[in-house]
């Protein structure tokens, strides 16, 4: 059917990796990549806006961060990073903070000059007021955390609009740890290597499969049994890794797996630099969007190529997914758990399939997480299976 020895479904990260793995380790195997959508990058695809220079993340922020030396070395064969580090400013009532909370935050809020053992000791004198409660619910979770001033300014409304629920109807499990920084270190990310690939993500994306023994079809759907690369024609014949959701895979026989999107709107303004930051999160529930996304930002070095007068803005609105919305954020509670379980058994009636990526495994990944995961799963899983078709 599939003239290709094995089948990618989806063109994100896991399965570019997967691709790029295959044809590196098998000097004779061709790989045919389809996708829905018309680009490869899956949520981490990118382009440059005409009007402005800047480089839009079609889907969202995407800041690459890694600890791992494995994924590091990987990712550095295709593309250079920038130096770009990550930071990101929230507005409340009317002023500007630095997030994630850290000293600089807890002075600004409480007009005062607190040494980090000051400022620890008032933290956890607030949160002690919740020392004897046990958490039903995400607010009680907040407060024992991180005290009910904090919590209150910028964690309990930002996340009501996140969920679209009140917090006290929220389950507290939402939030494990709230991290609170004693120091003025407002680096977002703690990861080992930082930055942004040097020429935009989608170059480096087209790098990893640049291979004449790589086909992509873009524009194709698996389950649209009107073109040839389709579920019901390839399962059982030819080796497959689907990165597609899991629960649409088995045609929703266990129920749907709950999902929330983000709805983007987009602003240009006449001026150089409409925030001075690349990420402001807005904490009030007065304001309906939970932050915005000021491109140019992501990309200083390119300076000389962007426009000065003109800058584009991205404000994002969160909602629950519907089946025909983009799935973004797993909602992952005990009822999707437990479907989630039941979709995984069904699996080992699919040997030929390896579901992988962040739809197939109805988890959230960073991206060095997908690309981690995916080569393990060609070491373990699709070298495995590769062999065993490629000699039969
Ligand atoms: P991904 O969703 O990228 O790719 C799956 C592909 O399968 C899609 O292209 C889809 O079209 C295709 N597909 C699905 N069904 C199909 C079908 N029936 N037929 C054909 N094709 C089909 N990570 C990080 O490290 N730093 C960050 O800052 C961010 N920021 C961020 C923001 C937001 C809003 C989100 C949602 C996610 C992030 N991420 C992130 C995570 C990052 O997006 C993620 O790690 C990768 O995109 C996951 O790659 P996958 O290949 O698993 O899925």
């Given at each position: 059917?599939?003239?290709?020895?094995?089948?990618?479904?989806?063109?994100?990260l896991f399965?570019?990796t997967?691709?790029?793995?295959?044809?590196?380790?098998?000097?004779?195997?061709?790989?045919?990549?389809?996708?829905?959508?018309?680009?490869?990058?899956?949520?981490a695809?990118?382009?440059?806006?005409?009007?402005?220079?800047?480089?839009?993340h079609?889907?969202?922020a995407h800041l690459f961060h890694t600890s791992s030396k494995r994924v590091w070395d990987y990712v550095n064969r295709f593309t250079t990073f920038t130096n770009y580090v990550h930071r990101v400013?929230?507005?409340?009532?009317?002023?500007?903070?630095p997030l994630p909370?850290n000293?600089?935050?807890?002075?600004?809020?409480?007009?005062?000059?607190?040494?980090?053992?000051?400022?620890?000791?008032?933290?956890?004198?607030?949160?002690?007021?919740?020392?004897?409660?046990?958490?039903?619910?995400?607010?009680?979770?907040?407060?024992?955390?991180?005290?009910?001033?904090?919590?209150?300014?910028?964690?309990?409304?930002?996340?009501?609009?996140?969920?679209?629920?009140?917090?006290?109807?929220?389950?507290?499990?939402?939030?494990?740890r709230?991290p609170v920084r004693f120091t003025y270190n407002n680096r977002y990310f703690k990861d080992t290597w930082e930055g942004l690939p040097i020429?935009?993500y989608?170059?480096w994306?087209?790098?990893m499969?640049?291979?004449?023994?790589?086909?992509?079809?873009?524009?194709?759907?698996?389950?649209?049994?009107?073109?040839?690369?389709?579920?019901?024609?390839?399962?059982?014949?030819?080796?497959?890794?689907?990165?597609?959701?899991?629960?649409?895979?088995?045609?929703?026989?266990?129920?749907?797996?709950?999902?929330?999107?983000?709805?983007?709107?987009?602003?240009?303004?006449?001026?150089?630099?409409?925030?001075?930051?690349p990420v402001?999160?807005?904490?009030?529930?007065?304001?309906?969007?939970?932050?915005?996304?000021?491109?140019?930002?992501f990309n200083p070095e390119?300076?000389?190529?962007?426009?000065?007068?003109?800058?584009?803005?991205?404000?994002?609105?969160?909602?629950?997914?519907?089946?025909?919305?983009?799935?973004?954020?797993?909602?992952?509670?005990?009822?999707?758990?437990?479907?989630?379980?039941?979709?995984?058994?069904?699996?080992?009636?699919?040997?030929?399939?390896?579901?992988?990526?962040?739809?197939?495994?109805?988890a959230y990944f960073d991206m060095w997480a997908t690309i981690d995961s995916a080569l393990t799963?060609?070491?373990?899983?699709?070298?495995?299976?590769?062999?065993?078709?490629?000699?039969?």
């Amino acid at each position: 059917v599939a003239n290709a020895d094995l089948v990618i479904v989806g063109a994100g990260l896991f399965g570019l990796t997967i691709a790029q793995q295959v044809v590196e380790h098998n000097p004779t195997a061709r790989v045919h990549i389809i996708d829905v959508r018309n680009h490869i990058g899956g949520n981490a695809y990118s382009y440059f806006d005409e009007q402005t220079g800047a480089e839009i993340h079609k889907y969202g922020a995407h800041l690459f961060h890694t600890s791992s030396k494995r994924v590091w070395d990987y990712v550095n064969r295709f593309t250079t990073f920038t130096n770009y580090v990550h930071r990101v400013y929230t507005t409340h009532n009317g002023e500007v903070f630095p997030l994630p909370i850290n000293l600089g935050t807890i002075n600004q809020f409480f007009h005062a000059a607190y040494t980090p053992a000051q400022a620890k000791a008032l933290i956890e004198q607030q949160a002690g007021e919740y020392a004897d409660v046990d958490p039903q619910n995400l607010n009680d979770q907040g407060i024992k955390l991180i005290g009910k001033p904090l919590y209150e300014a910028f964690i309990k409304n930002y996340t009501a609009k996140q969920w679209q629920t009140d917090p006290e109807q929220l389950p507290a499990t939402i939030i494990r740890r709230l991290p609170v920084r004693f120091t003025y270190n407002n680096r977002y990310f703690k990861d080992t290597w930082e930055g942004l690939p040097i020429d935009g993500y989608t170059a480096w994306f087209q790098r990893m499969i640049d291979n004449p023994r790589i086909e992509v079809s873009l524009g194709v759907d698996f389950f649209d049994t009107s073109q040839p690369l389709n579920k019901a024609a390839l399962v059982g014949k030819v080796p497959i890794v689907y990165t597609g959701p899991i629960d649409r895979y088995f045609g929703y026989s266990e129920g749907e797996l709950k999902w929330r999107t983000v709805d983007f709107k987009e602003v240009r303004y006449a001026e150089d630099d409409h925030f001075g930051c690349p990420v402001m999160n807005y904490a009030d529930a007065d304001v309906p969007y939970t932050r915005a996304i000021e491109f140019k930002h992501f990309n200083p070095e390119r300076a000389d190529k962007q426009s000065h007068d003109n800058t584009v803005v991205w404000y994002e609105y969160s909602r629950f997914a519907g089946r025909d919305d983009d799935p973004y954020y797993p909602v992952n509670t005990d009822a999707d758990k437990a479907t989630y379980n039941k979709y995984k058994n069904l699996e080992s009636a699919e040997p030929q399939v390896v579901f992988g990526g962040r739809l197939g495994q109805y988890a959230y990944f960073d991206m060095w997480a997908t690309i981690d995961s995916a080569l393990t799963a060609y070491e373990e899983q699709v070298a495995p299976l590769l062999k065993e078709s490629l000699n039969a």
